[in-house]
């Protein structure tokens, strides 16, 4: 079989990278910067990366658990979140457990009531609570998110699936580098006699961002896929 190489041109290679963000560019100058003045090296940057990516919201959905079991838990999650943290493995001082520096500043548990929800965004940049959620989903990190969300809360809410009565106030916390948050939501209907395990199921990551509510049987986010809005 003969190969045409008339029609070579009319191939396209997809590029394995849709397009690099020049805060991608930014990221790479600064990293290789440190490398070569000897702030961390190559392989401490390798280590921590593998580290951040493999936490998940997991100690924070056991955190919510253990607090709608245990009053005494719950008071000291509001009140030393970093203490309720380290009960559920997360030490925000410490967090990789190898010497790598925290970049923690200060965290907070914003607990929802019968008539009040919060709900979490960084209007500026991306700032999430990451030793105890993990790194945050795409949708987070969209200016579209990030600037709609502390416009018009309850639109956005909605196109999440979460519709909140109008007697329910909306409370919009705005983290930034200082300060990082996660929502306790209450406990829902029909789940008497639960255990710990089978409650922190189904707090999923989305309803400590304050995206959902848990749900008897929902034990996955909402939003699993970002499409980019064709009118942002
Ligand atoms: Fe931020």
Redesign the pocket.
């Known amino acids: 079989m003969t190969h045409d190489h008339d029609h070579d041109h009319d191939r396209t290679v997809k590029p394995m990278v849709d397009e690099v963000t020049d805060f991608e560019v930014l990221e790479i100058a600064l990293r290789e910067l440190c490398i070569e003045k000897g702030i961390f090296t190559a392989e401490d940057h390798r280590r921590f990366t593998e580290f951040s990516e493999q936490i998940g919201p997991t100690p924070a959905a056991n955190l919510v658990a253990r607090a709608w079991l245990d009053p005494d838990f719950k008071q000291l999650a509001l009140t030393e979140p970093m203490t309720a943290s380290k009960e559920v493995g997360v030490d925000w001082l410490e967090p990789t457990g190898f010497g790598t520096p925290s970049d923690f500043t200060a965290f907070e548990i914003l607990e929802d009531t019968a008539t009040l929800h919060h709900v979490i965004v ?1 209007a ?4 999430y609570p990451r030793p105890i959620l993990g790194n945050s989903p795409e949708w987070y990190r969209t200016p579209n998110y990030r600037r709609r969300l502390v416009r018009w809360p309850r639109q956005v809410l909605a196109e999440f699936g979460l519709y909140l009565p109008d007697d329910i106030e909306v409370r919009v916390q705005d ?3 200082k300060h990082r948050y996660m929502v306790m939501p209450l406990r829902p209907e029909g789940t008497d006699g639960w255990t710990e395990q089978q409650l922190a199921e189904i707090v999923t990551r989305d309803c400590l961002i304050g995206v959902a509510l848990p749900k008897p049987g929902v034990t996955s986010n909402v939003i699993v896929d970002t499409r980019p809005a064709v009118h942002p």
């Open positions: 960084c500026l940049c991306s700032c983290s930034n580098q």
